[in-house]
């Protein structure tokens, strides 16, 4: 089975991505975190992109496409794409490659959220400098400030979570990412799931949209 979730930045992809990709066995593709990752460890792709991350614009489609098939051309589990497709032009570029494989995509949901709650979301947002755990200082705060419940290391904030980036994103949002809306909306197997409710709230409505 082969899955993208879509919504702006902070509708909760991330978490949600988690949740179904252990459920369902398939494979969670984040290119937000496979750039991190690479950022961190200081590689030529991290270097590539880092002007990218920290001002909050995308990365070029071309090299998207391109880290995405190579990592992934061996892969033989179902994909749970999340934070990818951003742009039609990515969109076409995962259909052609999808099509040259004998596959395609089985469903596509979208967490519909307000954009004033994202960005609460997002200045709110802390994740674990280790795990790589997600809280949220007001609605999912960790038991000790700044202390992962899980691993005990420090919290950080995101680079891109700070505010002046955070505006950038949804804007990016809005001019390049919403588009696909439309896009895999006429397709049949595009799904709308409230993604201001609970995070297992969400997951409880994703699962049900995914059995029908
Ligand atoms: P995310 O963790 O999904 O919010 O992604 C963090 C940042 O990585 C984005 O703001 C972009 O700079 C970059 N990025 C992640 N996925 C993509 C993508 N599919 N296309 C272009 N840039 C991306």
Redesign the pocket.
């Known amino acids: 089975m082969n899955i993208i979730l879509l919504g702006y ?1 902070g509708s909760g ?2 978490t949600q991505a988690k949740v179904l990709s252990q459920k369902l066995g398939i494979f969670h593709v ?7 990752e690479e950022l961190a460890k200081k590689t030529p792709l991290g270097q590539e ?1 880092v002007g ?2 920290s ?7 071309r090299l ?1 496409l391109e880290v995405l098939k190579s990592r992934l051309s061996a892969e033989t589990r179902g994909l749970l794409f ?6 039609v032009d ?1 969109a076409e570029g995962l259909d052609n490659w999808f099509a040259g494989r004998s596959q395609s995509i089985d469903a596509v949901v979208f967490l519909n959220v307000a954009e004033g709650e994202v960005i609460k979301r997002l200045c709110a947002r802390r994740t674990c400098s280790a795990c790589g755990k997600i809280y949220n200082t007001i609605s999912s705060p960790p038991a000790k400030e700044n202390v992962c419940d899980a691993c005990g290391k420090p919290l950080t904030i ?1 680079e ?1 979570d700070k505010p002046e980036v955070v505006t950038r ?1 949804i804007q ?1 949002y809005k001019d390049q990412t919403e588009p696909l809306l439309a896009y895999y909306r006429s397709n049949g197997n595009f799904y709308e799931a409230d993604g201001g409710l609970t995070p297992e709230a969400v997951a409880e409505k994703v699962a049900a949209l995914l059995k029908r």
């Open positions: 930045p992809k991330g984040s290119t937000g975190d496979i750039f991190r992109v990218y991350l001002a909050g614009r995308l990365v070029p489609d998207v999340d934070g990818f497709p951003r742009t990515q995101r891109d994103r990016v």
